[in-house]
């Protein structure tokens, strides 16, 4: 046996009717679709169910999957303590996709956090499942920090999983849609807020899950979306299946999108592989744009690669032309991978003895030093896309009415203590942002008296 079905669904508490008190009648289209997915459910008799939520243990480098023989909840946290959960864990399958990550290194498991009681992201979908159905274990599992891909790659982990053991399995993916839908709902509205709904519940109901990848990062987080990481591991874990898809009900009336669809598997379907598509299509890409790169990303990249397979500072290349040789100037060197920031590293004013070596160093640094990030591996080498800042002198300005997101860097400083932002970043639409995150990044309290100063990049890609 396999993954017989899988359903999107949200999780508003406030659909429990002793959590709702009355509330939930406001999005009564919802509360019918959930019945019907719980009914679909018990028709299915699945053995055990997966449900992936945000609300779970969740780390930026690791896919929690909860250990035990179970665990407790319940709606203590919106006032309805009589509303109370037993489940029991499929220990079997979590201790079999736990070696298997461990033997596939793919950062998944059962460390961390032991005693966690159950999130309101999965309780949610259980209260209407149990209702109907109850002669099954459960498999819960948090997101990660990680991009879409590896979130994808984690669904095809649990369904290699579920098939070695022959389990009958469904896999409920739990998440909310945009949180800014409405100026009443309790987030405000952002005019990314009902396109990501329109899109998103038009890829699903569409079974179109390569499109998953397409949602960019900082859309995402305008539009204050909580489940579409959920969404792309239960893609993951249909890799490869030709799937039914139906639309049960979408809801904004609140504020914040509720969406619910079903997806049922109906045999193999080679055209269905979208992590091995997405990943040839980006090799691709990025092999156009190395040959179109100029000097300094070709010398970054060169740095870069040579650093992660020989763990040595690249010699000088002979074929540098003389620009990068005969100047001397602060330089970043970003590093970017599916979309993602995966290092970034460079200094506001000259430290070595020319542009070159200024480069090299801080390619050197990007991929080995950046301490957000663990140091990059060789088998990321052909997914990286690389940028190249080189920074202007720094002028100090009186007030940020003289700052311009798109055009100016800012360098925020109180005494010893000193932060920068670059320009142009995606995410960073106003100034204000842009000397906070800045002040952030300096250690900097908000209080405290500060100067700045700006500075013009040429961005070379």
Aim: aromatic letters at 10%; hydrophobic letters at 40%; proline letters at 5%.
């Amino acid at each position: 046996m396999s993954i017989i079905a899988a359903f999107m669904v949200p999780h508003p508490p406030m659909i429990v009717p002793d959590v709702g008190r009355g509330s939930e009648k406001q999005i009564e289209k919802t509360v019918k679709a959930y019945e019907r997915v719980a009914d679909e459910i018990a028709a299915l008799k699945p053995e055990t169910i997966i449900i992936s939520s945000p609300h779970s243990v969740m780390y930026s480098d690791y896919f929690h999957i909860s250990p035990g023989a179970g665990a407790q909840g319940s709606f203590a946290d919106f006032r309805a303590t009589q509303v109370r959960f037993d489940v029991e864990y499929d220990q079997e399958l979590v201790e079999r996709l736990s070696a298997r990550a461990e033997a596939s290194h793919f950062p998944a498991g059962t460390l961390g956090e032991k005693h966690k009681e159950l999130d309101h992201g999965t309780m949610v979908p259980l209260w209407f499942i149990l209702k109907k159905y109850k002669d099954f274990k459960l498999v819960r599992t948090g997101l990660s920090g990680y991009d879409l891909l590896k979130h994808y790659e984690y669904g095809m982990l649990i369904k290699e999983t579920v098939e070695e053991l022959g389990r009958k399995a469904v896999y409920v993916a739990s998440g909310d849609l945009s949180h800014k839908l409405q100026d009443y709902g309790p987030y405000g509205f952002a005019e990314e807020g009902p396109v990501y709904d329109k899109r998103i519940m038009d890829v699903c109901s569409g079974a179109r899950f390569g499109e998953l990848f397409d949602f960019d990062e900082n859309f995402c987080e305008k539009a204050a979306e909580c489940g579409h990481k959920s969404f792309v591991i239960m893609a993951g874990a249909l890799d490869g299946k030709a799937v039914e898809a139906t639309q049960y009900s979408h809801e904004d009336v609140t504020g914040v999108g509720y969406g619910i669809c079903s997806f049922i598997p109906k045999g193999e379907d080679e055209t269905r592989h979208f992590l091995d598509e997405r990943l040839k299509s980006v090799q691709a890409d990025l092999e156009q744009k190395h040959q179109k790169s100029d000097a300094y990303v070709k010398l970054a990249r060169a740095s870069a690669e040579y650093f992660v397979k020989n763990g040595d500072v690249m010699p000088l290349p002979d074929w540098v032309p003389p620009e990068l040789l005969n100047k001397q100037a602060g330089a970043f060197v970003s590093i970017h991978k599916f979309g993602g920031l995966r290092g970034c590293i460079g200094t506001i004013a000259s430290t070595q003895k020319n542009l070159a070596m200024e480069i090299i160093q801080n390619a050197v640094s990007a991929v080995s030093k950046d301490p957000r990030f663990e140091p990059v591996t060789e088998d990321e080498l052909k997914y990286l896309d690389i940028n190249v800042d080189v920074l202007g002198e720094a002028e100090p300005i009186k007030s940020e009415a003289e700052l311009d997101v798109k055009k100016y860097g800012v360098i925020v400083q109180s005494g010893y203590k000193r932060g920068l932002l670059l320009p142009d970043l995606d995410g960073v639409d106003t100034v204000k942002q842009q000397v906070a995150i800045a002040r952030r990044k300096g250690g900097i309290a908000p209080g405290e008296k500060i100067d700045l100063f700006r500075f013009e990049v040429v961005r070379h890609y």
